[in-house]
């Protein structure tokens, strides 16, 4: 079985910082990458930023490129999401999720596992 769980989520006023973790539990001991997305209530959810397994290739979204910053351990194994320079739009659940392709990506589709999420609200 594989699972992933996210913590560090909070409140933060706007240009404030946060780092998400997502630790990962995978038994099957196959390599995957892993990326993480952004739900705003009531909307789809939005890929942020993938590594990949095979040389830790990063893809971010427009909207969060120079502001986050992903990264992993595959070592313990734990993933990264460190957020700089928050804004109210970033507001919403942070969900982690792992594909074993191990290209990445920020295609929803394309990831078998996810996550239960946790909460980042943005305000004033």
């Known amino acids: 079985q594989v699972h992933l769980v996210e913590s560090g989520g909070g409140s933060v006023q706007p240009g404030g910082s946060l780092r998400l973790s997502c630790t990962v539990s995978?038994?099957?001991?196959?390599?995957?990458?892993i990326a993480w997305f952004h739900q705003a209530p009531g909307k789809e959810r939005e890929g942020l930023a993938s590594i990949s397994s095979a040389d830790d290739t990063t893809t971010y979204a427009d909207s969060v490129k120079g502001r986050f910053t992903i990264s992993r351990d595959n070592a313990k194994p734990i993933a990264y999401l460190h957020m700089t320079n928050l804004k109210i739009e970033d507001t919403g659940v942070y969900y982690c999720?792992?594909?074993?392709?191990?290209?990445?990506?920020?295609?929803?589709?394309?990831?078998?596992?996810w996550g239960q999420g946790t909460q980042v609200t943005v305000s004033a």
């Open positions: 999720a792992a594909e074993f392709v191990g290209l990445g990506g920020l295609e929803r589709r394309i990831y078998d596992y």
């Open positions: 995978n038994d099957t001991f196959v390599a995957y990458a």
